[in-house]
């Protein structure tokens, strides 16, 4: 059973641009959420794809969007780049147990400069 | 306007003694409470969780409590082991619509360090 990988692992870059973070989620977990951690705070949550729709929202502006697709792995897209966009974005799976848990992938961590 | 709160940025303990992370909420519609582990340079970690109809959840050495009176859960680790060193978020879940299966929000995390 693979676990949740994301990529890249690091990337840098300037004001005004836009990135792309992709997630493969672990095998059979049809949901994938993604979260920014600041440094020194807790992961907060961006959104939540189930069966390739947006069902559920932080409070983030709508330049961060995203996609799920057939194959439950994801892409976090963040058009004009700002300096507090810096962070570590980090993609979870789950399967839709009604527990909460979650399984983290280890991280895109994003500089902007 | 901060929901999940770990007053504590860090703690430090003593191989073989007890670790008392704390964190408290304010919002009492969550239904459950999780905590995660996290070492540098990799993804949060399921620890053990607690559902918000129990007050104590046991897994080996580490013990969840929650007090819903206070608002306050903690987590207890005993014995302490050096690999326990790591940055621990408590999180918890909003039970409105079980849609949002993966909405936690996350305290700022505490970081504990074991001496050997």
Redo the contacts between chains.
Sequence with gaps: ETGVTQSPTHLIKTRGQQVTLRCSSQSGHNTVSWYQQALGQGPQFIFQYYREEENGRGNFPPRFSGLQFPNYSSELNVNALELDDSALYLCASSSGQDTGELFFGEGSRLTVL | DQQ?K?NSPSLSVQEGRISILNCDYTNSMF??F?W?KKYP??????LI?I?SIKDKNEDGRFTVFLNKSAKHLSLHIVPSQPGDSAVY?C?A?DSH?????????????TTLQVKP
Excluded: H
């Design positions: 999940v770990q239904d459950y999780l995660y340079a990799e993804g949060p970690t399921f969780s559902s978020f999180a879940r619509g079980s849609s949002n299966t993966g909405k936690l929000i996350f305290g700022q995390g």
